[in-house]
């Protein structure tokens, strides 16, 4: 009998482009997520929009904020708020070392990456990044164009 294809897949990989563009990023963690029934169904059919997501610590907390997850189609009335905020699982030792480079000026905590590890869980990658100033932007899409270059003149 043939194999059936499911909307769910485990080898989900959804990055936030943009951030890579925004912003530097100086030192990345894997953090577990705290999610609904549907959520997770939602993320395994791929429905997800990283791009406006952000973090934040409330009492010693971390906590993202801005991450779209579509409603789940056969969900009722069980569904999820597309755009809550989600707790983030970490150790205390990663939380306070995150909080005191928070504290630093001018650096911030934004999700890079969601993925599915593994044994089924959902995991998100943030990112402890640096804004760029737009002459650092130029920079980086120079250097993308020269590596680029070199690359087809290669083959």
Same mark, same amino acid.
Do not use: W
């Given at each position: 009998?043939?194999?059936?294809?499911?909307?769910?897949?485990?080898?989900?990989?959804?990055?936030?482009?943009?951030?890579?563009?925004?912003? !530097?990023?100086?030192?990345?963690?894997?953090?577990?997520?705290?999610?609904?029934?549907? !959520?997770?169904?939602?993320?395994? =059919?791929?429905? $997800?929009?990283?791009?406006?997501?952000?973090?934040?610590? /409330?009492? %010693? =907390?971390?906590?993202?904020?801005?991450?779209?997850?579509?409603?789940?189609?056969?969900? *009722?009335?069980?569904?999820?708020? #597309?755009?809550? =905020?989600?707790?983030?699982?970490?150790?205390?030792?990663?939380? #306070?070392?995150?909080? *005191?480079? +928070?504290?630093?000026?001018?650096?911030?905590?934004?999700?890079?990456?969601?993925?599915? /590890?593994?044994? %089924?869980?959902?995991?998100?990658? +943030?990112?402890?990044?640096? %804004?760029?100033?737009?002459?650092?932007?130029?920079?980086? +899409?120079?250097?993308?164009? $020269?590596?680029? !270059?070199?690359?087809?003149?290669?083959?």
């Amino acid at each position: 009998m043939a194999k059936e294809k499911s909307r769910f897949s485990n080898n989900i990989n959804i990055k936030n482009r943009k951030a890579r563009h925004e912003y !530097e990023f100086v030192d990345t963690y894997v953090a577990g997520v705290a999610l609904k029934g549907t !959520e997770i169904k939602s993320i395994r =059919e791929g429905k $997800v929009n990283l791009m406006d997501g952000y973090c934040y610590f /409330n009492r %010693g =907390e971390l906590y993202v904020k801005g991450i779209h997850i579509s409603p789940y189609a056969q969900g *009722s009335f069980y569904n999820h708020e #597309t755009t809550r =905020e989600r707790k983030l699982l970490l150790h205390k030792r990663e939380l #306070t070392k995150l909080e *005191s480079q +928070i504290n630093e000026k001018g650096l911030t905590i934004i999700p890079s990456r969601l993925f599915i /590890n593994d044994r %089924g869980l959902a995991k998100l990658e +943030i990112a402890v990044a640096k %804004g760029k100033k737009l002459h650092d932007k130029r920079d980086s +899409i120079k250097e993308k164009d $020269v590596k680029r !270059e070199l690359e087809r003149i290669k083959y």
